[in-house]
């Protein structure tokens, strides 16, 4: 079965060996269409990804393949999102918040950005990371587009996935090992796993770990534990 990866907010394609691993709109040069949204690049990506495919996603990558998932049910076989946020709680703060960083990207460039970026809570336990040189005023559209303030609130729709599907955040990432609690009893078939020693990127700060369990959960090969090895 083939993999999709999709990957976080400032990432680029070609993040997971051996996956199908797309830029996102407004990354990496790929464009980004005015007045877009979550639903629309969920049906864009569709329309060039394969019949059926396993799915996994990272933080915004996690966000567009939940959105993928319920408006495509019958294309995802399996589905593992990282760091997936189903709703914030105060959406209009949080794009006003987005609107900032926007701003930011704008008028002060990317190296400024990814310097501030970079120094939030969300991401103090992993190494600086070396950013790809995007297009910035690209970003910006993306960044206030898949705003999680202007996405639409999903805990009533994951009932509607059929995949198997298994949430994954860091231990020291409090709000998300909450949501992944409980978002996966919402699901058909969902479980939650805390992958321990990292925060909010785990691909990058845990990508040996994340591995075995993407391997034992596409595989169905044992139970994923409460806690990753």
């Known amino acids: 079965m083939t993999l999709v990866y999709l990957h976080g907010f400032t990432?680029?394609?070609?993040?997971?060996?051996?996956?199908?691993?797309p830029h996102l709109p407004g990354h990496a040069?790929?464009?980004?269409?005015?007045?877009?949204?979550?639903?629309?690049?969920?049906?864009?990506?569709?329309?060039?990804?394969?019949?059926?495919?396993?799915?996994l996603g990272y933080s915004l990558g996690a966000r567009l393949a939940l959105h993928l998932a319920i408006a495509h049910p019958q294309r995802v076989n399996r589905l593992v999102l990282i760091g997936a946020a189903t709703h914030v709680p105060d959406p209009q703060a949080r794009v006003v918040e987005d609107e900032v960083w926007a701003h930011m990207l704008e008028t002060e460039g990317l190296e400024t950005f990814y310097r501030n970026w970079d120094a939030r809570p969300?991401?103090?336990?992993?190494?600086?990371?070396?950013?790809?040189?995007?297009?910035?005023?690209?970003?910006?559209q993306a960044l206030r587009a898949f705003?999680?303030?202007?996405?639409?609130?999903?805990?009533?729709?994951?009932?509607?996935i059929d995949a198997p599907t298994l949430w994954l955040a860091g231990e020291h990432d409090p709000k998300f090992v909450r949501l992944a609690?409980?978002?996966?009893?919402?699901?058909?078939?969902?479980?939650?796993?805390?992958?321990?020693?990292?925060?909010?990127?785990?691909?990058?700060?845990?990508?040996?770990?994340?591995?075995?369990?993407?391997?034992?959960?596409?595989?169905?090969a044992a139970p994923v534990p409460e806690e990753a090895p």
Do not use: N
Not at 124 to 133: A, E, I, L, M, N
């Open 11 to 21: 990432g680029q394609g070609g993040g997971w060996p051996g996956a199908i691993a």
């Open 147 to 160: 705003s999680p303030g202007r996405q639409d609130d999903l805990r009533g729709r994951l009932a509607e």
């Open 181 to 220: 609690h409980e978002s996966a009893p919402a699901c058909r078939r969902g479980q939650a796993a805390t992958v321990p020693g990292c925060g909010h990127d785990v691909p990058l700060e845990r990508p040996e770990a994340l591995a075995r369990l993407l391997t034992d959960f596409l595989s169905a």
């Open 29 to 55: 040069h790929r464009p980004i269409p005015a007045h877009y949204s979550l639903w629309q690049a969920a049906d864009d990506l569709a329309a060039e990804l394969p019949d059926t495919f396993d799915l």
């Open 122 to 140: 969300i991401f103090s336990s992993r190494q600086r990371q070396t950013h790809p040189d995007h297009d910035p005023l690209a970003l910006a």
